[in-house]
């Protein structure tokens, strides 16, 4: 699952910057100073800032994955640090300005499964990582899945990922989250969004979400050790109430000889909550 996300997430969104945009990356550059220059960029409108910002995303997204090093040989840089952005005045109102416009003039299709070389594309994952919660990147969440044209598994998936990113745990994105657990069906990527589904489940651990995640288990066995870590998040009293259906999963040896070691914590975590049974 982790090379497919990486295959998404590192689409090549990094344009060349100009040269004041490109002191973002040193490390030496102050927070206070890199924030400056993307302020300037802004406020004079200059949308290479938008590729600047992508290029730091994805050094974001790399490390989150454990594949910083591999992004640097790959690109034949150095590491490029990660500050809060969101911070930066008017910021967020030129991104989504920008999204739109772009967006409208392409057709409202992003199509995330084209391989190209387009910042703007990138710009509702700067979104989500520069303004978790906020309530202006939710409503362009939902603005862009109601409208874009992008195949339908590939638009759930950057979705699923744009409402993790940003820690949303509204109603409407965990509905969304258990919607795509229950209806996914594409045969070699489904699993993948039905594991990121999860992820996102865990944030909130709703009672009525537990259940869905047990029966996507069953259906997406791919997608077994996401939706482990998300289920062991929950208490012991809601996990003892499936104790019939999660039996199973505990009791399969796959897990004990093929998982990571936090999945095998997980599935440890998610036994021992489970009622004893007394075989006399």
């Known amino acids: 699952m982790k090379t497919r996300t990486a295959t998404l997430l590192l689409i090549a969104f990094a344009g060349m910057a100009n040269a004041d945009l490109e002191r973002i990356y040193d490390p030496v550059t102050p927070d206070a100073e890199a924030f400056e220059i993307v302020r ?3 406020e004079n409108s200059d949308l290479s800032v938008v590729a600047a910002l992508a290029r730091v995303h994805m050094f974001e997204n790399a ?8 992004l640097m040989s790959y690109l034949g840089t150095g590491s490029v640090p990660m500050r809060d952005y969101g911070q930066v ?18 057709g409202f299709n992003a199509d995330y499964d084209a391989n190209t070389n387009e910042p703007w594309k ?10 978790p919660g906020d309530p202006d990147v939710h409503a362009l969440i939902w603005e862009i899945v109601n409208t874009d044209a992008t195949p339908a598994v590939s638009l759930r998936m950057m979705a699923l990922q744009w409402l993790n990113v940003g820690r949303f745990t509204t109603h409407e994105a965990d509905a969304y989250r258990m919607n795509v ?13 039905v594991g990121i589904a999860a992820q996102g489940l865990a944030l909130t651990r709703r009672p009525e979400a537990l259940g869905s995640m047990i029966d996507a288990w069953r259906a997406h066995p791919l997608a077994g050790n996401e939706i482990a870590l998300a289920v062991a998040s929950y208490p012991t009293g809601q996990l003892s109430l499936h104790a019939e259906q999660l039996r199973g999963f505990v009791d399969d040896a ?14 440890m975590r998610i036994g021992a909550a489970l009622p004893v049974i007394n075989e006399h």
């Open 40 to 42: 300037t960029a802004v």
């Open 63 to 70: 490390r989150g994955l454990g594949a910083e090093s591999w």
């Open 89 to 106: 005045p008017g910021l967020k109102e030129f991104l989504i300005k920008h999204w739109r416009e772009s967006h409208a003039a392409n």
């Open 122 to 131: 990138g710009v509702p994952g700067l979104l989500s990582r520069f303004y």
């Open 181 to 193: 657990l229950a209806s996914e069906t594409h045969p070699t990527r489904g699993y993948v969004n």
């Open 254 to 267: 796959a897990w004990q000889e093929f998982g990571s070691e936090a999945v095998k914590k997980a599935m």
